[in-house]
Every structure is written in C-alpha cells, then in structure tokens.
T-cell receptor
Framework: AQSVTQLGSHVSVSEGALVLLRCNYS??????LFWYVQYPNQGLQLLLK??????LVKGINGFEAEFKKSETSFHLTKPSAHMSDAAEYFC??????????FGSGTKLNVKP | DVKVTQSSRYLVKRTGEKVFLECVQD?????MFWYRQDPGLGLRLIYF???????EKGDIPEGYSVSREKKERFSLILESASTNQTSMYLC????????????FGDGTRLSIL
C-alpha cells in the first residue's frame, strides 16, 4: 500500500529565509506526486505535480520540488519565504487514477 | 477553471440526524471523492466514485454512504450523525488518469451536537 510521510507537522521560518518541507513516499511503481496548499477555511489548491517528465518541478508562487527516486523523496522548497506563504502544505501520491494518498500535512509559519 | 462547489461551508446538526453533504463539479470529471480532514491526520478517504452509480469504499467508510446519480454531483450521507463525525469534509474531482491532479471544493465544516 501507498504511504506518504511528511516530516514536521509545524515548520517556522523567517520572512526571506529558505522554505524546505519534506515528503517521503513509499511506492512499488513510479508514482505521480503532488504538492497542495491549504489556506485557512479553504480547500486544497495544487502547487505542483511530478509526472516523470523532469525531476525538478516548478510550481506556482515560486515553489519547486525535486523528485529523488533513490531517496523516495519529493521535498518542497522556496528560496525566500513570504508572509503570504503561511498555510498548510500537503504532499500526495497516486499510482493509478482511483486513489490519492495524502501526508498528514505541514503547517508553515512565516515570522516577520 | 475547474469549479468544485460544496453546498454548505458550515453546518450544525444534532446527534442521530441524517445529514446530506452535496458536491457539484463543472468539468465533466469521471472521478469524485469525499475526504474528511482532522488535525494531525491529514486527509482520509471516505468514498470515491469513478462513474455514475459506481462507488468504492475508501479508508474510513463506516457511518457514511454516498450517492452519484448524475456525473456532476456526488453526495455524502451521514446515516445517523454522531459527535465523532464532527470534522471538515472535502470533496474533490479529477480525470481518470493518475497524473491528473484532484480539484477540491472549499470544504464543509460540520459540527454534530
């Protein structure tokens, strides 16, 4: 069965600092990987997705993620945090069209 | 843009009531999903549907049922609401290819008193 692990339920960075949110997955086949962001009282919005075309994926709002098969990781980064990045972030994996598996989420706090 | 609309943002019901949560999508997606979201647990799949009148249980289907009579609409039913079903409920839809992302509604925050 699929599983997704997000290390760190809460991450706090200063404005302008690097953002690194960690995601590791387990999969028996090459997966499709996604990062979503959730702002308070809203649904999830797609940040970026990996579909095997390129290992470094660029998304919206300056975020990017790198697929590392050897480490079964798909960590999310942003070079410089902005106050508006404060939200909860979810990593998700899919092997087929029916099911998506989500991590437990990481809340990002950005300090002024 | 894909639009997934959940009928209520906030809902308060009483224990034992039958509760209906409605979800409509406007992009002709075959797949639709219901999740519940609880702090520290992420999203847990309740049910999903890959076609009209087709449904499959997710990871936590107990106490819930679903209905999909039309392609664009997917309803979640709490047969007899209990306090442990107080949660945020999220509906999503997608095309039936694994590389296609899910599109989410804004969620329904349900409180069972």
């Amino acid at each position: 069965a699929q599983s997704v692990t997000q290390l760190g339920s809460h991450v706090s960075v200063s404005e302008g600092a690097l953002v690194l949110l960690r995601c590791n997955y387990s999969s028996s086949v090459p997966p499709y990987l996604f990062w979503y962001v959730q702002y308070p009282n809203q649904g999830l919005q797609l940040l970026l997705k990996y579909t095997s075309a390129a290992t470094l994926v660029k998304g919206i709002n300056g975020f990017e993620a790198e697929f590392k098969k050897s480490e079964t990781s798909f960590h999310l980064t942003k070079p410089s945090a902005h106050m508006s990045d404060a939200a909860e972030y979810f990593c998700a994996v899919s092997e087929n069209f029916n099911k998506f598996y989500f991590g437990s989420g990481t809340k990002l706090n950005v300090k002024p | 843009d894909v639009k997934v609309t959940q009928s209520s943002r906030y809902l308060v019901k009483r224990t034992g009531e039958k509760v209906f949560l409605e979800c409509v999508q406007d992009m002709d997606h075959e797949n639709m999903f219901w999740y519940r979201q609880d702090p520290g647990l992420g999203l847990r799949l309740i049910y999903f549907s890959y076609d009209v009148k087709m449904k499959e249980k997710g990871d936590i289907p107990e106490g819930y049922s679903v209905s999909r009579e039309k392609k664009e609409r997917f309803s979640l039913i709490l047969e007899s609401a209990s306090t442990n079903q107080t949660s945020m409920y999220l509906c999503a839809s997608s095309h039936p290819e694994g590389y296609q992302p899910q599109h989410f509604g804004d969620g329904t925050r349900l409180s069972i008193l």
